[in-house]
C-alpha cells in the first residue's frame, strides 16, 4: 500500500513528528511505502481561488512545492492512504498543512472518484478533549465531501512537549493505526 503522510507542524521534533514516525514504523513494519511531505518547511503558494486548474486539467497556476502532489499522476490521488499529521492550532489544522489542503482544489472531483483512506494524527497541549472539536468536525466534512474512508484518528491530549507522550500509549496507537491498514 502507497500512504501519502502530509505533516504541518514546524517543530521538526515536537509531539506530531513522534506520532508521525511512530505511524511509519508500524505501516513499514506491515510491508507498506510512506512516503512524507512536511508542509511547514515547503514552499507552498496559498490557492487563490482563480479556478483556472478547472480549465487546465487540475493543473494548477503555481510551480512550487504542491506540483508532484497534484494532478491525475500526482502522489495524492495515486496514494492508497492519506495521513494528515498537524498539532491543534486555534482549533483546527496548522496554517502550513491547511495551506496544503486548500491546494486539493486543483483535484476538483477527481478526488471522490478514489477509494482512498484518511487518517488523522493531532497533538495539543490541553488535555481538554473539547479542544479537538474543530479539528474532527474538519476532518469528518474532509472524510464526507471527498468520499474518502475515514481511516481513525490519534489524538493527543494534554501532551505540548514530546516528554509528554511518555506517560500515555499514543505513539502505540499511532504505530498500530500504521501496522493494521
Not at 492508497?80 to 489544522?93: E, F, H, K, N
Request: aromatic share 8%; net charge neutral.
Amino acid at each position: 500500500m502507497k500512504i501519502l503522510m502530509l505533516t504541518g507542524s514546524p517543530r521538526k521534533k515536537g509531539v506530531t513528528a513522534r506520532l508521525a514516525a511512530s505511524f511509519r514504523a508500524g505501516a513499514e513494519e506491515a510491508g507498506h511505502e510512506v512516503e512524507r511531505y512536511d508542509a511547514a518547511f515547503m514552499k507552498v503558494s496559498p490557492c487563490k481561488a482563480c479556478c483556472s486548474c478547472r480549465k487546465n486539467g487540475g493543473k494548477c497556476v503555481y510551480d512550487d512545492d504542491m506540483t508532484p502532489l497534484l494532478g491525475e499522476e500526482g502522489k495524492i490521488l495515486s496514494a492508497d492512504a492519506i495521513v494528515l499529521v498537524s498539532p491543534v492550532y486555534y482549533w483546527g489544522l496548522t496554517a502550513q498543512l491547511k495551506t496544503v489542503v486548500d491546494r486539493f482544489y486543483a483535484l476538483g472531483r477527481s478526488m471522490r472518484e478514489k477509494d482512498q483512506r484518511v487518517m488523522l494524527l493531532s497533538a495539543a497541549g490541553d488535555a481538554d478533549e473539547a479542544v479537538m472539536d474543530s479539528l474532527k468536525a474538519q476532518f469528518r466534512s474532509l472524510c464526507a465531501w471527498t468520499r474518502w474512508q475515514d481511516g481513525g484518528m490519534v489524538l493527543a491530549v494534554g501532551c505540548h512537549e514530546p516528554e509528554a507522550l511518555d506517560q500515555t500509549d499514543f505513539e502505540k496507537k499511532a504505530y498500530e493505526m500504521g501496522k493494521n491498514l
